[in-house]
């Protein structure tokens, strides 16, 4: 079983920035049968009052409340197997894209990735790393524009992964260079994490 769990999530195929450059990672690792999900190509549902029903398991589920929580915990499967995490969370509007947040919604479950306690709330999918690639328009890194750092790294400290790094190519819609330039940076700086 693959030690890393790939999750893409640009809606722009193959004119992703960030699916080039989580493509390019994957071909730097010698790693076979990899996990990679497209939550793009292949979406999740987004989670209603109906859903979050359903996460919270029981008997009275209908069919369809079963599929979800099935969903739900086979992405959760997937999440415990791996080591790794590598996440490619382009801006799409200042935040991360819809799919993103969908599966996200769908991992987050009281319980089993994570259990509130008297101290607060306790991430359970702890010995593990992620990897964050994202990919921005404009420039927002250390910014109050950039939304995404922060979130992305309160949600997996919240699973219990708390070793994240970011790998950031912003510009790639101002031109000038900027953008070839971002994508070689972000590129070299994927190639070392992945001989790590």
Known sequence: MSKTLILKSSILGEDSASGMLTDHYIA??????????????IP?????????????????????????????????????AAERIVIAAPMYNFHVPAQLKAWIDLVCRAGVTFRYTNKGSEGLLTNKKAVVITTRGGLHKDTPQDFITPYMRTILGFLGITEVEFVYAEGMGMGGGLREQELNNAKAHLSRLAAQ
Do not use: M
């Open 28 to 41: 730097q690792l010698d790693e076979p049968g990899l996990n990679v999900r497209d939550l793009a190509a």
């Open 44 to 80: 999740l549902p987004v989670l209603d009052g109906r859903g979050a029903q359903a996460l919270r398991g029981g008997e009275n589920l209908d069919e369809q409340q079963r599929h979800l929580l099935a969903l739900s915990d086979q992405l959760i499967d997937e999440l415990k």
